[in-house]
């Protein structure tokens, strides 16, 4: 089944403990992302990988690192959380074109920093 | 930078009726993708419905179909025969190769 396995689906994690968010897509995408969604503000684009090595940051990059060392896994790394990045944490795939091609979603993961 | 706006926080619609949902969009670029995105209680992301800005004529899918207005930049949704499923967030979002933006979004609630 083509999926995006995102993990943990929920944190709880103290300010300035290190966390990594996993994020794994089976359909050989090129492209992938990370997105953070707030009451409000709807997604906003964190980073985004257009291959293996290759990776850029979106709107709200701050606080976050990933890397993409392997095409299928795309981590989400915050070094030092803080209490603004609870949020709720996607990961997305597609295959890389024009902007047509359907974005795969992960399940979601709702992070808590206290 | 392109920005995608919906000015509606909360909709309301009884079963079985029509409801519109509007969305604007901020984009100097004439080649690019607009889309429908339903999010229900479980968090999934679900793809509606997808416009190509080159196409005039407008996307339609079963019960839910735009309203694309190129000039005006705008791309509203409309739900037909409405059912307690269509009940969730709605994002309207803008993609052109690596830009992918989402707006606000706009919480459905369905009443029987």
């Known amino acids: 089944e083509a999926q995006v396995t995102q993990n943990p689906r929920y944190l709880i994690t103290v300010t300035g403990k290190k966390l990594t968010v996993t994020c794994s897509q089976n359909?050989?995408?090129?492209?992938m992302s990370w997105y953070r969604q707030d009451p409000g503000l709807g997604l906003r684009q964190i980073y985004y990988s257009m291959n293996v090595e290759v990776t850029d940051k979106g709107d709200v990059p701050e606080g976050y690192k990933v890397s993409r060392k392997e095409k299928r896994n795309f981590p989400l790394i915050l070094e030092s959380p803080s209490p603004n990045q609870t949020s709720l944490y996607f990961c997305?795939?597609?295959?890389?074109?024009?902007?047509?091609?359907?974005?795969?979603f992960g399940s979601g993961t709702q992070l808590s920093v206290l | 930078a392109q920005t995608v706006t919906q000015s509606q926080p909360e909709m309301s619609v009884q079963e079985a009726e029509t409801v519109t949902l509007s969305c604007t969009y901020d984009?100097?670029?004439?080649?690019?993708?607009l889309f429908w995105y339903k999010q229900p209680p479980s968090r999934q992301m679900i793809l509606v419905i997808r416009q190509e800005a080159y196409k005039q004529q407008n996307a339609t899918e079963n019960r839910f179909s735009v309203n694309f207005q190129k000039a005006a930049k705008s791309f509203s949704l409309k739900i037909s025969d409405s059912q307690l499923g269509d009940a969730a967030m709605y994002f309207c979002a803008y993609r052109r190769y690596n830009d992918m933006r989402f707006g606000a979004g706009t919480r459905l609630t369905v009443k029987p």
């Open positions: 997305a795939s597609s295959l890389l074109g024009q902007g047509a091609e359907k974005l795969f």
């Open positions: 984009t100097s670029e004439s080649d690019y993708y």
């Open positions: 359909m050989n995408h090129e492209y």
